[in-house]
C-alpha cells in the first residue's frame, strides 16, 4: 500500500482535530504517515500514532514563529523518502500555501478545496467559489488540501513509528514572523473554520446591539459566530467573523444562517455545509434555495423561541 503524508498541525500541544480528521482521509487513501514540523517534533509520535500515522517523519526546527518554508522542506523530503502517492494539507491559509509550494517544488498535482476523497484517488472540489463542485484526479503525487469536516470516522490507531528528517540545509526561513497580531479580543466560541456548527447573522439583524441576539444564540448552541459581509460592513461586528467568498470558507455539520438573503459571494463560503438551516422573513430569499430547513418569519420572534427551546431540551 502507497504511502500518504499529512502535515500534523499543533494546537497547545497536541494534534488539531483537523490533524486527525486528514489521517482519517489519508487511511481510505492507502498508508497514513505524519509529518511534523517544530520543537520537541517526535514527541508527538504516540499520540499521532494513536490517530492513525503508521510513520511519523518529524523535522526538529528551533522555533514556532516561522513561515511555511520548513514544512515544505520537510514534506519534499518525507514524500521522497517515503515514495508517498499523495500528501494531505489542513485548509488554513499555512496549510494551503504548504500544500501548493509543495506540488511546485515536486512536480505534483495540487488540489485545492477538497471536500471528498475515495480510495481510486477521486477527489471531489469546491471550484469557482462554490458555484461548481467538480470530481478530479491528479497526475504523479496528489497534494490535498481538504476542507475541514469531510471526511467521518477515524484511522485504526497504529505505531507511530518515528523516522527523523534532517532538513537544516533546506529550511532556512526567509521571513520570520516577529509577532501575531489578534483582530479581536479572543473568544472562548470555537473558531469559525473549525466549528461543528456555525450560526451566522446578517443585515437583517438591523444594528450591533440586535446582533447581540445573534451571541446568545451561538452560546446557547455552542457555536462559533459568523456573519454576512452586510452585517460586518455595518458594523454589526468584527471584520474576521465574515463568511463567504472574501471571508472564511466553513463546511459545518450544521450552518444556521439569520436575516442573511443568500447572496452568491456568501454561499461561496457555506454551501458545503452539512445541513444548512435558515431564518429570514422573505420566503423568497435564495437562501431558502440551498436549505435543507427553513424558517419564513420575523427572525426576532423565532431565535427567542430557538434558544428557549433549546434551553428546554438541555435542562430537561
Ligand atoms: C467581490 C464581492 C465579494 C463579496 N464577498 C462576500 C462574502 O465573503 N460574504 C458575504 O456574506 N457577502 C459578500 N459579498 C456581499 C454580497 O454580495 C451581499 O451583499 C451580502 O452577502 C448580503 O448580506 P446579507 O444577506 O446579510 O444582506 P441582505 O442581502 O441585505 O439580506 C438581508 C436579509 O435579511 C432578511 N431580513 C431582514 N429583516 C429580517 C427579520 N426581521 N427577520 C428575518 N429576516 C429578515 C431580508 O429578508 C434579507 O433576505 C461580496 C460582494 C462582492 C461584490
Same mark, same amino acid.
Given at each position: 500500500?502507497?504511502?500518504?503524508?499529512?502535515?500534523?498541525?499543533?494546537?497547545?500541544? +497536541?494534534?488539531?482535530?483537523?490533524?486527525?480528521?486528514?489521517?482519517?482521509? =489519508? +487511511?481510505?487513501?492507502?498508508?497514513?504517515?505524519?509529518?511534523?514540523?517544530?520543537?520537541?517534533?517526535?514527541?508527538?509520535?504516540?499520540?499521532?500514532?494513536?490517530?492513525?500515522?503508521?510513520?511519523?517523519?518529524?523535522?526538529?526546527?528551533?522555533?514556532?514563529?516561522?513561515?511555511?518554508?520548513?514544512?515544505?522542506?520537510?514534506?519534499?523530503? =518525507?514524500?521522497?523518502?517515503?515514495?508517498?502517492?499523495?500528501?494531505?494539507?489542513?485548509?488554513?491559509?499555512?496549510?494551503?500555501?504548504?500544500? =501548493?509550494?509543495?506540488?511546485?517544488?515536486?512536480?505534483?498535482?495540487? !488540489?485545492?478545496?477538497?471536500?471528498?476523497?475515495?480510495?481510486?484517488?477521486?477527489?471531489? !472540489?469546491?471550484?469557482?467559489?462554490? +458555484?461548481?463542485?467538480?470530481?478530479?484526479?491528479?497526475?504523479?503525487?496528489?497534494?490535498?488540501?481538504?476542507?475541514?469536516?469531510?471526511?467521518?470516522?477515524?484511522?485504526?490507531?497504529?505505531?507511530?513509528?518515528?523516522?527523523?528528517?534532517?532538513?537544516?540545509?533546506?529550511?532556512?526561513?526567509?521571513?520570520?514572523?516577529?509577532?501575531?497580531?489578534?483582530?479581536?479580543?479572543?473568544?472562548?466560541?470555537?473558531?469559525?473554520? =473549525?466549528?461543528?456548527?456555525?450560526?451566522?447573522?446578517?443585515?437583517?439583524?438591523?444594528?450591533?446591539?440586535?446582533?447581540?441576539?445573534?451571541?446568545?444564540?451561538?452560546?446557547?448552541?455552542?457555536?462559533?459566530?459568523?456573519?454576512?459581509?452586510?452585517?460586518?460592513?455595518?458594523?454589526?461586528?468584527?471584520?474576521?467573523? !465574515?463568511?463567504?467568498?472574501?471571508?472564511?470558507?466553513?463546511?459545518?455539520?450544521?450552518?444556521?444562517?439569520?436575516?442573511?438573503?443568500?447572496?452568491?459571494?456568501?454561499?461561496?463560503?457555506? !454551501?458545503?455545509?452539512?445541513?444548512?438551516?435558515?431564518?429570514?422573513?422573505?420566503?423568497?430569499?435564495?437562501?431558502?434555495?440551498?436549505?435543507?430547513?427553513?424558517?419564513?418569519?420575523?427572525?426576532?420572534?423565532?431565535?427567542?423561541?430557538?434558544?428557549?427551546?433549546?434551553?428546554?431540551?438541555?435542562?430537561?
Amino acid at each position: 500500500m502507497s504511502k500518504v503524508l499529512v502535515l500534523a498541525e499543533i494546537t497547545n500541544g +497536541a494534534p488539531a482535530a483537523a490533524t486527525a480528521e486528514q489521517l482519517t482521509a =489519508a +487511511a481510505i487513501l492507502g498508508e497514513p504517515c505524519a509529518v511534523v514540523v517544530g520543537k520537541d517534533a517526535s514527541k508527538l509520535a504516540p499520540a499521532l500514532g494513536k490517530l492513525g500515522a503508521t510513520t511519523v517523519y518529524s523535522a526538529e526546527v528551533a522555533g514556532d514563529e516561522l513561515l511555511v518554508t520548513p514544512q515544505v522542506a520537510a514534506l519534499a523530503a =518525507a514524500a521522497r523518502d517515503s515514495n508517498a502517492s499523495a500528501v494531505i494539507v489542513g485548509s488554513s491559509p499555512d496549510a494551503r500555501e504548504a500544500g =501548493a509550494r509543495l506540488a511546485v517544488r515536486i512536480g505534483g498535482a495540487y !488540489q485545492s478545496d477538497v471536500i471528498g476523497l475515495s480510495k481510486d484517488g477521486i477527489v471531489t !472540489q469546491q471550484a469557482f467559489g462554490g +458555484a461548481f463542485t467538480v470530481t478530479a484526479s491528479g497526475k504523479g503525487v496528489q497534494v490535498i488540501s481538504l476542507r475541514e469536516h469531510s471526511v467521518e470516522g477515524s484511522a485504526p490507531a497504529a505505531a507511530g513509528e518515528v523516522i527523523k528528517l534532517d532538513i537544516a540545509s533546506d529550511s532556512t526561513p526567509a521571513t520570520k514572523v516577529l509577532s501575531r497580531e489578534v483582530a479581536t479580543t479572543a473568544s472562548a466560541r470555537p473558531s469559525l473554520a =473549525a466549528a461543528d456548527i456555525v450560526v451566522s447573522g446578517g443585515r437583517g439583524l438591523g444594528s450591533k446591539e440586535k446582533f447581540a441576539l445573534m451571541e446568545e444564540l451561538a452560546d446557547t448552541l455552542g457555536a462559533a459566530l459568523g456573519a454576512s459581509r452586510a452585517a460586518v460592513d455595518a458594523g454589526y461586528c468584527e471584520h474576521n467573523m !465574515q463568511v463567504g467568498q472574501t471571508g472564511t470558507t466553513v463546511s459545518p455539520n450544521l450552518y444556521i444562517a439569520v436575516g442573511i438573503s443568500g447572496a452568491i459571494q456568501h454561499l461561496a463560503g457555506m !454551501q458545503s455545509s452539512k445541513t444548512i438551516v435558515a431564518i429570514n422573513k422573505d420566503a423568497n430569499s435564495p437562501i431558502f434555495d440551498i436549505a435543507d430547513f427553513g424558517v419564513v418569519g420575523d427572525l426576532f420572534e423565532v431565535v427567542p423561541q430557538f434558544i428557549e427551546a433549546v434551553k428546554a431540551r438541555k435542562n430537561g
